[in-house]
């Protein structure tokens, strides 16, 4: 499971667990687990998609060319949850739908697979030491 390391430890330092100042995010009680591509992340409940991918990769989903509001497409993710293995999976707008504990995004448009390619790689295998 990979951890938001500055924000969530602050938070945790801190003793609170909340939006911690930042009027980027809705205010929180509580980081759930969601799934994107394989890969657990634990990222602020009350909050859409599109923010939490934000919350995984604050370097580069700002930059990306997502209109925040329906209108471009660019946002659109495939997603399970955890636990209905008999529903197919169902296509969304990460700019429209709140993320929910368990929640597991199997396949990110084009735009969101550029932009979370540096959270989502597998870690390179370390050289053998001589």
């Known amino acids: 499971m990979r951890f938001c390391c500055a924000r969530e430890t602050l938070a945790r330092l801190s003793g609170r667990i909340g939006s911690v100042g930042n009027p980027l995010y ?61 529903v197919p999976p169902r296509p969304i707008l990460a ?12 396949e990110l448009s084009d735009e969101l697979k550029w932009n979370l390619s540096g959270v989502l790689k597998p870690a390179e295998p370390r050289p053998p030491l001589e």
């Not at 997502?66 to 008999?86: H, I, K, P, S, Y």
């Not at 700019?95 to 199997?106: N, P, R, S, T």
Request: glycine share 6%; proline share 4%.
């Open 95 to 106: 700019c429209k739908v709140l993320v929910a504990e368990g929640m597991q995004i199997v």
């Open 26 to 86: 809705r205010d929180y009680e509580k980081l759930v687990e969601i799934t994107i591509m394989g890969q657990k992340f634990r990222v602020p409940e009350k909050n859409i998609c599109l923010r939490a991918f934000q919350y995984v990769s604050p370097q580069t989903i700002p930059y990306g060319r997502f209109c925040w509001n329906q209108e471009c497409q660019l946002c659109r993710v495939t997603f399970t949850m955890a636990g209905q293995e008999d």
